[in-house]
């Protein structure tokens, strides 16, 4: 492993090691047997990683408790809090105060950029100043975050275990925006004497021929795109430099324009063609963009069409976009999506959902809690009955108010009394 030019000696043999002891941690929750691994491993090396640092410290928290570890002996609640308020205090510390050098700011300021809910570092204050720790549900529920937060942001990224680094081709990259650029110029209704120079210049560098060089350009992209060595980087270039440029329609509010969906028609079959369009769905759903959302929504809106054997040529919304039924996960893409909801989640929420086999009341719940935890529901005064609270409603709320009622879990979206729908 490599870090701003040092080389680091890493604990583990090999990929197929790391990916052992996350299996061990996230999947089998073989608690024990982890602990075991990360003991061998600080036996190589002097220190842990802060990442292993923070999961060794969890893990010997949860390892004692039986909500967590069905195997474990059954355990004072007293000595559970103490373990999970010194999990909380490190892990706060760890990585607001650590991972963030810099200017002095405020830990909510810097928890809040690293994804760390502000509740979470409330509860951390308690721990450290109040008379009274916290009680033992509201601890699970911080350490259930903490594992989760360390899955995402250490455990998830493949540049974290690799051994031998994956170095980005820039040649390639290069090459790839090169040939992007000549094909937007060639795509271009606009004409001018720049313009001819522009694609003379391209077409030179890239050895394209005057008479075909439109269909050349084509293939180079997709020669490039076939090659699984670099093939997702060239996915997000692409997502991310071309494809979010593109804008609303202003006829039809809540869609990608015309023009647009004309330009990347070409492009966007080559990458269903190529199975890429996953990878491209899946950069997208994160972007907190509305014309990332927009495309989202467009792509979903054909899925759905072919699947249902709709002609998309007779449809004007559509007759830009008329390829062959997506090759995509649409099972991938919703948990992607719902990893980490956005306020523009919701734009393409509906859509997708309809792609997987779920009814329709584990729908409407999703929809529920992406609308609750992105703040995008309205909180009506009069029928209590349809009224979905967010969480600061719920906190502030009088305990008369109606019958909703703050419990513990509710912090985390996906464990509030709507049930699990995935």
């Known amino acids: 492993m490599e870090a701003k030019g040092e080389i680091l000696v890493a604990m583990w043999s090999s990929d197929s090691e790391w990916q052992s002891l996350r299996e061990d941690i996230f999947g089998h929750k073989n608690y024990k047997q982890a602990l075991r691994k990360i003991s061998l491993w600080k036996s190589r090396r002097k220190t842990l990683f802060r990442g292993l640092s923070i999961t060794e410290m969890v893990l010997q928290a949860i390892i004692k408790d039986v909500s967590f570890n069905e195997d474990a002996e059954p355990t004072d609640d007293h000595d559970l809090i103490q373990a999970y308020s010194i999990a909380l205090m490190k892990f706060i510390n760890l990585t607001s105060d650590k991972m963030m050098p810099g200017p002095q700011r405020s830990i909510y300021y810097r928890a809040s950029r690293l994804d760390i809910p502000k509740w979470v570092v409330d509860m951390r204050h308690t721990v450290s100043h109040a008379q009274d720790l916290p009680d033992l549900e509201s601890l699970r529920s911080a350490v259930g975050y903490i594992l989760e937060w360390i899955f995402i942001k250490y455990w998830n990224i493949d540049a974290n275990f690799l051994i031998v680094e994956k170095k980005l081709n820039m040649n390639v990259v290069d090459e790839f925006i090169e040939l992007l650029e000549f094909y937007m110029l060639s795509k271009s209704q606009i004409s001018s004497d720049l313009k001819e120079k522009q694609l003379n210049v391209l077409r030179e560098k890239l050895t394209l021929s005057d008479c075909y060089s439109n269909k050349e350009c084509t293939k180079k992209i997709k020669d490039l795109l076939v090659n699984k060595s670099w093939s997702s980087d ?158 600061d409603d719920l906190i502030r709320k009088d305990d008369h108010q109606s019958q909703w009622s703050r419990n513990i879990g509710q912090m985390n979206w996906r464990q509030i009394p709507f049930g699990t729908t995935l």
């Open 234 to 391: 060239l996915v997000n270039v692409f997502t991310t430099r071309y494809l979010l440029q593109a804008h609303e329609c202003n006829v039809s509010k809540g869609r990608i324009s015309k023009t647009d969906k004309i330009l990347w028609n070409v492009l966007l079959k080559i990458l269903n063609n190529c199975g890429l369009m996953t990878n491209v769905l899946q950069c997208l759903v994160t972007q907190h963009s509305r014309i990332a959302a927009l495309w989202v929504l467009e792509l979903c809106i054909i899925a759905y069409k072919s699947s249902k054997k709709i002609d998309l040529k007779n449809n004007q919304n559509n007759n830009c976009m008329n390829f062959k039924p997506l090759n995509w996960d649409t099972n991938l893409v919703l948990r992607t999506a719902l990893q980490s909801p956005h306020p523009h989640t919701i734009i393409f929420l509906k859509w997708l959902l309809q792609l997987n086999p779920l009814n329709v009341k584990q729908q409407l719940n999703i929809v529920k809690l992406v609308s609750l935890y992105t703040g995008k529901v309205k909180v009506s005064s009069k029928n209590i009955d349809q009224n979905i609270f967010t969480v």
